[in-house]
Each structure stands twice: as C-alpha cells, then as structure tokens.
C-alpha cells in the first residue's frame, strides 16, 4: 500500500534556530501534500496545502514566513519552521493524496519541542 | 464552517467490552465521514467511511453510520480487543475527498486484557 515516510519522528530545538521535517511518498507520486499541526486535546488544524512545483497554498492564519514549505519533487516535501519559538511546540503531520477518490495517507507525525 | 465534535478520552475498556465512540458533525451540504486511526508510533490510517445518509461504513469489526437527521457518525465495535488500543479521529470533508478535511480532537482507547 501507499507509505509515507516523515523524519524526524522527534526533535527538540533552541528557541531562534529552524528546523526542517521531511515528508516522503515511498511507492507513489504525490502532486500534493498537506501539512498538518496538532495541538495537545486539540484537532488536527490544516496549515498548507502543497503542489509540486507551484507555492503551497496556507490557510488563514498560518504565517508563511515562518512556516516555509517546499514542494520539489513529486516525492518529496519538507516544511520548515524558521526562528522557532516555544509557542511553535506542537505534532506536526503530513499526509499525501493517493490518487484514489478518497486516499489520503499519513506519516507518522513529528513532535517539535522547542526550549 | 465544517467542525466535528467527539467524545474526549481517554476510553478504558475490557477485552470483548462493547465500544462507542460518539461524533457528531455541523456541515453545509452533504460531506462525507471518515473514521481514521492512529496506533502508537504510526500515522493515521483510514478505518472506514460513508459518503451519503444513511451509509454504513465498515472495516475490522468496526461501524458507523452516516446520520444525517441528527448529524452523527458514531463508531462502534461488538467486541474489542488489546490490539484495538489506539487514537481515533473522526473527520469530514465536504463534495468528496479530495477537499480540505476536518478532524476531531481524537478519542485515545485502551482496551486491557
């Protein structure tokens, strides 16, 4: 079946670095992605939608400055938070369009601790 | 806009305990449900769906059905078991899956042996 790989599964970070998070598709191409954050007891808020080779689309509210995404490849995208700041701790997750109507298929999320 | 309301966990039940995971949904249209899981250490993965009143989904024993008259798509399973302990999201998405979807907050299970 359709995977997607995302790395790092975990990672803590000093307040004003960034940090990169990688979304791959490993047995399909996906034109389009989306980038997820999850805050504890809280859904799973839509930040962006990317397409290959075109700029991600964000939702109201999320800043694409801080949030940069890129879209490169048809197997590849990475979303980096830039000057990371504590109230940037979250879940962050990807999912990939499958191709079929209803495919959508997640990674397995990565946790940012920023201190 | 779309928003889904589930029940908040953490749900503990006994092995062969009977399950209910209650969502309801506010939506203009007519959306189509997802019920999704997430397994420790995993991404979510689609369980089952419905995409019209009255659908029932179903998969692994679990069930839901699509009630429009009270905009509700509870999840349900007769008997569950240890290997069932994990997060599920409740979601829609409105004309079809390829549009923006919305989760619930997730309800954890454990089930224990």
């Known amino acids: 079946g359709a995977v997607v790989s995302q790395h790092p599964s975990r990672v803590i970070c000093k307040s004003g670095t960034s940090v990169k998070i990688e979304c791959r598709s490993l047995?399909?191409?996906?034109?389009?992605m989306f980038w997820y954050r999850q805050f504890p007891k809280q859904s799973l808020m839509l930040m962006a939608t990317?397409?290959?080779?075109?700029?991600?689309?964000?939702e109201q509210g999320v800043e694409k400055d801080k949030f940069l995404i890129n879209h490169a490849s048809l197997t590849l995208s990475t979303l980096t938070v830039t000057s990371a700041h504590p109230e940037d701790s979250s879940f962050y997750i990807c999912?990939?369009?499958?191709?079929?109507?209803?495919?959508?298929?997640f990674g397995s999320g990565t946790r940012l601790t920023v201190v | 806009g779309n928003s889904v309301t589930q029940m908040e966990g953490p749900v503990t039940l006994s092995e062969e305990a009977f399950l209910t995971i209650n969502c309801t949904y506010t939506a203009t249209g007519y959306p189509s449900l997802f019920w999704y899981v997430q397994y420790p250490g995993e991404g979510l993965q689609l369980l089952l769906k419905a995409t019209k009143a009255d659908d029932k989904g179903s998969n692994k024993g679990f069930e839901a059905t699509y009630r429009k008259e009270t905009t509700s798509f509870h999840l349900e399973k007769g008997s569950v078991q240890v290997s069932d302990s994990a997060v599920y999201f409740c979601?829609?998405?409105?004309?079809?899956?390829?549009?923006?979807?919305?989760f619930g907050t997730g309800t954890k299970l454990q089930v224990i042996p």
């Open positions: 990317s397409n290959e080779g075109s700029k991600a689309t964000y």
């Open positions: 047995d399909f191409q996906a034109t389009t």
């Open positions: 999912s990939a369009q499958t191709g079929d109507y209803y495919g959508y298929t």
């Open positions: 979601a829609l998405s409105d004309h079809g899956g390829y549009q923006k979807v919305t």
